[in-house]
């Protein structure tokens, strides 16, 4: 091969890579199609379940299940502990503010006609928008609309109008992206298993929490929730405030609220909790405030576990 051939041979293997490297970028810098799928909201959740099948995979169903729920698992096949891949949500307050709107969007393994059918049974109506057959069922004052859009993929919605269900539809396949995501999504670190962004609106008067501890926002803020996994679970949530002032007293609220946690977490006996609570780390970086903190695999376990035990306990109410 000649020299000239050798250096072509070189650039071409450089662009190659360059471009591969380019493309897998911008495939993991993009919110996964779950959330993209979302309508505009005030919070957005998103959270792959994938990691934890290794774990549970091995594990039976709970025992105990609500009748509702159990007619859902043998009609449709569905497990959602072990089916479940990924489930993305959106939820804003109504203009009046005394009730909440949501969307959810699940990914994950199931037989599209049993499914279709099992809603199809318990429907009060249904509708088509393009291909796609939507549900209608009443539930709690709402109309909760379900729609099957792919093999892996169903939407469901709570609002009173179909249109936003329609946008969902419109969506698949296509670049839109709320509003809230496109912005923020950048600041969700690498490889974060499950995250939450949520924009608080300014309460100048605070924001009440449980113990007596509020926390003020004289402006507009945005909460950037992350949890990923490294051998242990880091946790790390960016509040990003309009000013250095809006972040300093705001770290300095998390700092009381977090020794006030501490002190009450003396009071038991518990080394992982302690563990968790000690490695909670508070800084103000500019506009930011920053929360990190590791929990240990004993802390997630136990907390799992409590978890387990509520949900296969017997119903007072039978």
């Known amino acids: 091969m000649t020299k000239s051939r050798k250096l072509l041979f070189l650039a ?3 662009v190659l ?10 495939r993991v810098a993009r919110p996964p199609e779950a959330a993209r799928l979302l309508p505009e909201g005030d919070t957005l959740i998103y959270a792959n379940l994938r990691p934890i099948h290794l774990f549970e995979s091995n594990k039976p169903a709970p025992l105990q299940m609500e009748e509702g729920y159990k007619d859902f698992v043998q009609q449709t096949g569905i497990q959602p502990e072990r089916d479940l891949d990924e489930v993305a949500l959106s939820r804003q307050d109504t203009s009046d503010g005394r009730d909440v709107e949501s969307s959810e969007v699940f990914v994950g393994r199931f037989d599209r006609s049993r499914t279709s059918n099992y809603f199809q049974k318990i429907a ?4 088509q928008y ?3 057959t939507i549900f209608s069922l009443p539930h709690e004052g709402h109309i909760v609309r379900v729609c099957i859009l792919t093999d892996k993929i169903i939407a469901v919605t709570n609002m009173e109008s179909a249109g936003v269900m329609h946008r969902i539809i419109d969506h698949l396949g296509s670049s839109g992206i709320p509003t809230l995501l496109e912005t923020h999504y ?3 670190p690498t490889a ?5 962004i949520s ?9 009440q929490l449980p113990g007596g501890m509020s926390f003020s926002f004289h402006q507009e803020a945005v909460a950037v929730a992350s949890l990923r996994y490294a051998g242990e679970v880091m946790f790390r949530a960016d509040f990003l405030t309009q000013s250095d002032d809006d972040a300093r007293q705001l770290a300095d609220s998390l700092h009381t609220f977090l020794a006030i946690s501490r002190a009450a977490s003396a009071l038991g006996r518990d080394r992982d909790v302690k563990s968790a609570f000690d490695s909670v780390h508070i800084q103000q970086k500019g506009t930011i405030a920053e929360v990190t903190a590791t929990l240990p695999q004993n802390f997630l376990k136990k907390a799992v576990s409590e978890i387990q035990l509520e949900g296969n306990a017997p119903s007072s109410g039978k």
Request: aromatic content about 6%.
């Open 17 to 26: 890579v360059a471009a591969t490297a380019f493309l897998i970028m911008q």
């Open 186 to 188: 950048r600041q969700v």
């Open 192 to 196: 974060s298993v499950a995250w939450m």
């Open 130 to 132: 393009l291909d796609k």
């Open 12 to 14: 071409l293997l450089v």
């Open 124 to 127: 009060a109506g249904k509708e």
């Open 199 to 207: 924009r608080i609106p300014a309460k100048p008067n605070g924001m």
